[in-house]
């Protein structure tokens, strides 16, 4: 079965300051990879998806991640980090038709 | 195109209760997937629907069932509650299983 590891359960960063949250998952032949994000008492945005192709996608408000295959690394990035950014974000891979998740990391941007 | 709509979005119950949880997935959508979300156990799969068939559940209780009408929206439910089973509960569509899942604002549940 596939696993996600996130290794950063919170992340603080100043406002305008770029930042990377980390994601890694078991290997597998194919993955298709996602970033949700989660708002306060919210459900969860999609932020981008990767499912073949180019191995760095953008997402929405700023964001990309980059697919790494050899280091199974799928590590979300923006380069520059707004108050409205502070917000739970979750990796997940697809398995079968399910979702497997991270267990989260709290992005807290601070002015 | 309207999102994943869940109804209702808070919900107190007691233990012992039982309770069921509607969702209506984006049009055109046919597969409906729910998720527990906890603090201690963070997102669980709970099963999947696609044409009012159960394809895939995860693991937990029998007291956790659903269903999928033809419409495509999705009910679940949980009887005899526990103090456990307080969560917020999320369901996603996507156009098949196999494609990019789209997540409703959830419900919160809370059993006293």
């Known amino acids: 079965a596939q696993s996600v590891t996130q290794l950063d359960s919170q992340v603080p960063v100043f406002e305008e300051a770029p930042v990377e949250l980390r994601c890694n998952y078991s290997?597998?032949?194919?993955?298709?990879l996602f970033w949700y994000v989660q708002y306060p008492n919210q459900g969860l945005q999609l932020l981008l998806k990767?499912?073949?192709?180019?191995?760095l996608v953008k997402g929405i408000n700023g964001f990309e991640a980059e697919f790494n295959k050899s280091q199974t690394s799928f590590h979300l990035r923006k380069p520059s980090v707004h108050i409205s950014d502070t917000a739970e974000y979750f990796c997940?891979?697809?398995?079968?038709?399910?979702?497997?998740f991270g267990t989260g990391t709290r992005l807290q941007v601070f002015p | 195109k309207a999102g994943v709509t869940q109804t209702p979005r808070y919900l107190i119950k007691t233990r012992g209760q039982q309770v069921t949880l509607s969702c209506s997935p984006i049009?055109?959508?046919?597969?409906v997937s729910w998720y527990q979300q906890t603090p201690g156990q963070g997102l669980q799969f709970l099963f999947e629907?696609?044409?009012?068939?159960?394809?895939n559940k995860g693991n937990f209780p029998g007291r956790f069932s659903g269903r999928q009408f033809s419409n495509s929206r999705s009910e679940m439910n949980v009887s005899t509650l526990e103090l456990g089973d307080s969560a917020l509960y999320l369901c996603?569509?996507?156009?098949?299983?196999?494609?990019?899942?789209?997540f409703g604002p959830g419900t919160r549940l809370t059993v006293l």
């Open positions: 996603a569509s996507s156009l098949s299983g196999e494609g990019t899942q789209y």
């Open positions: 990767y499912l073949s192709g180019s191995t």
């Open positions: 629907y696609f044409s009012e068939t159960q394809r």
């Open positions: 049009s055109g959508h046919r597969s």
């Open positions: 997940a891979v697809k398995e079968a038709d399910k979702l497997i």
């Open positions: 290997s597998s032949v194919s993955v298709y």
